[in-house]
């Protein structure tokens, strides 16, 4: 059985950075597609950055402050985070999916960031 588990999240000041990771197990081959979606306070689930062997996409909003990295021998995928601001306060998931045979994916359980001074 896949799970994934996430960690990295916590408080940081306006400007800082954070790194999430997000590692699987449970699964025998590589994922195709990785990705962070983040829910703010009384939002919806939104997506922050895919990446698949065809390259990464980010949310307009992170663009130039976020990278998305996968290491695929580890089956993990890594959001680095900087000059953070407060509305990036959100609850962090991850995903990872299958394209074929079957399209399925998998969610991690979420980890809080929030930014505040």
């Known amino acids: 059985q896949v799970q994934l588990v996430e960690s990295g999240g916590g408080l940081v000041q306006p400007g800082g950075s954070l790194r999430l990771s997000c590692a699987a197990s449970?699964?025998?081959?590589?994922?195709?597609?990785m990705g962070w979606y983040r829910q703010p306070p009384g939002e919806q689930l939104e997506v922050v950055a895919s990446i698949t062997t065809g390259g990464t996409n980010y949310a307009d909003s992170v663009k130039g402050r976020f990278t998305i990295s996968r290491d695929n021998a580890k089956n993990a995928v890594y959001l680095q985070m900087n000059r953070l601001k407060p509305e990036d306060t959100a609850v962090y998931y991850c995903n990872m999916a299958y394209y074929w045979p079957v399209p399925v994916d998998y969610w991690g359980q979420g980890t809080q960031v929030t930014v505040s001074s």
């Open positions: 449970g699964s025998g081959r590589s994922f195709h597609g």
